[in-house]
Nanobody, 116 residues
Framework: QVQLVESGGDLVQAGGSLRLSCVAS????????MGWYRQAPGKQRELVAT???????NYADSIKGRFAISRDNAKDTVYLQMNSLKPEDTAVYYC??????????WGRGTQVTVFE
């Protein structure tokens, strides 16, 4: 069984910062790609950022320059540092892990709410 444990979501004022963490554990066939997606009310789930084991990174245009993704391969952990937060960043943020057999695993999500 695979489990993704997310943490760090909170209520924060516009302009503030948060750091999300996601720890992967269980019987997956090794962690390959890790990343973050988000879903705001009334919108489809969208890519935030992904990162490979060799630190190749892909960011959504909407957060480029404000957010930074990183990972600790020894701990199977992915982070999302979120700076200069805007109200439009309000969403449930979901952790994604893809293993070496291309199986996808999703976290249950953590709520980020940004207020004026």
């Amino acid at each position: 069984q695979v489990q993704l444990v997310e943490s760090g979501g909170d209520l924060v004022q516009a302009g503030g910062s948060l750091r999300l963490s996601c720890v992967a554990s269980g019987s997956m066939f090794g962690v390959n790609v890790m990343g973050w997606y988000r879903q705001a009310p009334g919108k489809q789930r969208e890519l935030v950022a992904t990162i490979t084991r060799s630190n190749n990174i892909n960011y959504a245009d909407s957060i480029k320059g404000r957010f930074a993704i990183s990972r600790d391969n020894a701990k199977d952990t992915v982070y999302l540092q979120m700076n200069s937060l805007k109200p439009e960043d309000t969403a449930v943020y979901y952790c994604l892990v893809v293993d070496w057999r291309l199986e996808n695993y999703w976290g249950r999500g953590t709520q980020v709410t940004v207020f004026e």
